[in-house]
T-cell receptor, first 114, second 112 residues
Framework: EADIYQTPRYLVIGTGKKITLECSQTMGHDKMYWYQQDPGMELHLIHYSYGVNSTEKGDLSSESTVSRIRTEHFPLTLESARPSHTSQYLC?????????????FGNGTRLTVT | GNSVTQMEGPVTLSEEAFLTINCTYT??????LFWYVQYPGEGLQLLLK?????DKGSNKGFEATYRKETTSFHLEKGSVQVSDSAVYFCALGSGNTGKLIFGQGTTLQVKP
């Protein structure tokens, strides 16, 4: 059962549009993450947060932005979508350091920018 | 820096065959190691983990042993099923940040 929810599952949108990918978790986890998964299946961390009002850039540079106003909510926004943003975006959360708590992943949003 | 390298896929096996997916890592310090599985259309799920050298993680018939001397964490299963068809990711984490570095993923296809 999924305790971390991503919407929409699929999104096809035109170039230049602003989009927000939603991610919510009901587990009360402090740490949340956004990964970008390319067609070759590799995963790259693009954003993470250790708690409310905390956001950091990940290992892969991304034009997207995130916010963390509530513990349970970690939305990702693209101000102006481009075809290069076409990818699958996975949200994850964890309670403490991963030695004690694994990452819980949502089912992802598959974004296509035309 | 830290990195994870997995064997390239796809790996195609017949049902009940023995599975090995190789994973090697480069890291400073004493990382924790993980295997995640991604079924079609879903997110990743933790399959097993090991937090120190010589630890063996196991779950659902899968096993992996943390080998510090060979910097490896190979995934094995004695008898695969069609339902094991998925993409498998080896991952490394260090410190207590929760940030993981993933391998490139290995697709497993099991045929009846």
């Amino acid at each position: 059962e999924a305790d971390i929810y991503q919407t929409p599952r699929y999104l096809v949108i035109g170039t230049g549009k602003k989009i927000t990918l939603e991610c919510s978790q009901t587990m009360g986890h402090d740490k949340m993450y956004w990964y970008q998964q390319d067609p070759g299946m590799e995963l790259h961390l693009i954003h993470y947060s250790y708690g409310v009002n905390s956001t950091e850039k990940g290992d892969l540079s991304s034009e997207s932005t995130v916010s963390r106003i509530r513990t349970e909510h970690f939305p990702l926004t693209l101000e102006s979508a481009r075809p290069s943003h076409t990818s699958q975006y996975l949200c994850a959360s964890s309670d403490r350091g991963f030695n004690n708590s694994p990452l819980h992943f949502g089912n992802g949003t598959r974004l296509t920018v035309t | 820096g830290n990195s994870v390298t997995q064997m390239e896929g796809p790996v195609t096996l017949s049902e009940e065959a023995f599975l090995t997916i190789n994973c090697t890592y480069t890291a400073t310090g004493y990382p924790s190691l993980f295997w995640y599985v991604q079924y079609p259309g879903e997110g990743l799920q933790l399959l097993l983990k090991a937090t120190k050298a010589d630890d063996k993680g196991s779950n659902k018939g899968f096993e992996a042993t943390y080998r510090k001397e060979t910097t490896s964490f190979h995934l094995e299963k004695g008898s695969v099923q069609v339902s094991d068809s998925a993409v498998y990711f080896c991952a490394l984490g260090s410190g207590n940040t929760g940030k993981l570095i993933f391998g490139q993923g290995t697709t497993l296809q099991v045929k009846p």
